[in-house]
């Protein structure tokens, strides 16, 4: 009942062959719907901060808020931060109880992704904090990151093999034709890339991106061929949170009451959750 870094549930997943899932939070309710959902189902759960999120909530009373919600829920959650590009603010989450984080520097040329990424494995990993890199570039928008359908390349096998090598990295997010965001037509995942990157990288799990929308059966073939973590955020975002605190506060049931509202985003939230932890596999195999 407590925090646990991503490394540990990401072993487990690999024994076990299901992935873990992350879900990104944005508010309180947000996060209690992700806990609520991960108890249910008894699985394993990702909790990601963003670094728009963080802007609003705060690093310290984000670390408290999962600490809390998972003692409440009797539950392991990894705390993880999500496609950060600025490096003293991910030093922060690591140094405030963060058990995993995120470095993007995806856009940025391969030297220089790597130097960036190998100074955040050596940082973190005093700390036992795991670190997840990208390599290629998901499209989409992503928190305040926009990597337009132009900018979108795909991982290539080989580059993957040698920048985990030079970095040390605990996990790879893979660009294999997810997007960041509601899908404007079905996407299509390169299946075969995923399996060569994992033939050549068995020991480092894959972090597929852009799960909002992406039809179920495409996760169990993702997973089948290596991916360990399944990342998403629109979904809830728009769905769990948005759309029902919006119907919520119309609703005219709810008074002047906001618990109204949190009830009902709480309930949602899980449900999303509870669904998602259903096709990845993760259902009973909680740590706690
Ligand atoms: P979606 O918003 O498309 O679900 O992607 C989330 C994600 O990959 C977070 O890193």
Redesign the pocket.
């Known amino acids: 009942m407590s925090l646990v870094t991503m490394k540990y549930e990401m072993a487990r997943a690999e024994k076990g062959g299901y992935a873990v899932p992350a879900f990104?939070f944005f508010s309180f309710d947000n996060l209690v719907g992700i806990a609520k959902g991960a108890a249910e189902k008894k699985s394993p759960v990702i909790a990601?901060a963003t670094m728009g999120g963080i802007k609003v909530m705060g690093e310290k009373a984000v670390v408290k808020m999962c600490e809390g919600v998972a003692a409440d829920y009797g539950i392991n959650m990894v705390l993880h931060l999500?496609?950060c590009t600025d490096i003293e603010l991910l030093k922060r989450c690591v140094d405030n109880g963060f058990t995993s984080v995120m470095i993007d520097s995806s856009k940025k040329e391969f030297a220089e992704n790597v130097e960036d990424t190998a100074k955040t494995v050596e940082y973190a990993s005093r700390y036992g904090v795991t670190v997840e890199s990208e390599l290629g570039h998901v499209g989409?928008k992503?928190d305040d990151i926009v990597v337009d359908d132009m900018s979108v390349l795909f991982t290539e096998p080989e580059k993957a093999l040698e920048f985990v090598n030079l970095t040390g990295i605990d996990c790879l997010a893979v660009a294999v034709g997810t997007v960041?965001?509601f899908y404007k037509a079905k996407p299509k995942l390169d299946f075969p890339r995923i399996s060569k990157i994992h033939e050549l990288l068995p020991k480092c799990p894959l972090v597929l991106?852009?799960?909002?929308g992406v039809p179920y059966d495409d996760f169990r073939e993702a997973i089948k061929r290596g991916v360990r973590k399944i990342?998403?955020?629109?979904?809830l975002k728009v769905h769990g949170v948005f759309d029902t605190s919006k119907a919520g506060y119309m609703d005219p049931n709810a008074k002047d009451d906001p618990r109204y509202v949190s009830k009902l985003v709480i309930a949602k939230v899980s449900s999303i959750v509870e669904e998602l932890i259903g096709v990845m596999g993760s259902e009973n195999k909680a740590s706690c």
Do not use: A
Not at 209 to 212: D, E
Not at 231 to 235: D, F, H, L, V
């Open positions: 990104n990601m999500d496609h989409g992503e960041h965001g991106h852009g799960g909002t990342n998403i955020g629109t979904e």
